[in-house]
């Protein structure tokens, strides 16, 4: 059984810092953060994935490149998004995910497991 479970979300100001967590229970091959803000789809933030046997990486949305450091300690089976310089627009739910992408992908239809989000306010 599948279990994935955010913390960390929080109301921050412009220019602020917050990290997000998520433990996990699997071995998914490629693991992601997203988010959604109200009236607008889920959007991919970041995708780590495992490529070549045990090399990782991380494939990161515009709009976050440079800003936004996702990563896992695998061993403690959680992911975090590391999340610097917030704006108002980075406002939404932030949810992980897990999913069996074979390379990195930023499309909510590539992963299957969900957590249940974490509310994230930049004002």
């Known amino acids: 059984h599948v279990q994935l479970v955010e913390s960390g979300g929080g109301s921050v100001q412009t220019g602020g810092s917050l990290r997000l967590s998520c433990v996990y229970t699997t071995s998914s091959n490629c693991m992601g953060w997203f988010r959604q803000a109200p009236g607008k789809e889920r959007e991919g933030v970041v995708s780590?994935?495992?490529?070549?046997?045990?090399?990782?990486?991380?494939d990161y949305a515009d709009s976050v490149m440079g800003r936004f450091t996702g990563y896992q300690d695998r061993a403690q089976n959680t992911m975090y998004l590391q999340m610097n310089s917030l704006k108002p627009e980075d406002t939404a739910m932030y949810y992980c995910?897990?999913?069996?992408?074979?390379?990195?992908?930023?499309?909510?239809?590539?992963?299957?497991?969900w957590g249940q989000g974490t509310q994230v306010t930049v004002s």
């Open positions: 995910a897990a999913g069996a992408c074979s390379t990195g992908s930023l499309r909510p239809l590539d992963y299957n497991y």
């Open positions: 780590i994935y495992r490529r070549g046997g045990s090399t990782y990486y991380a």
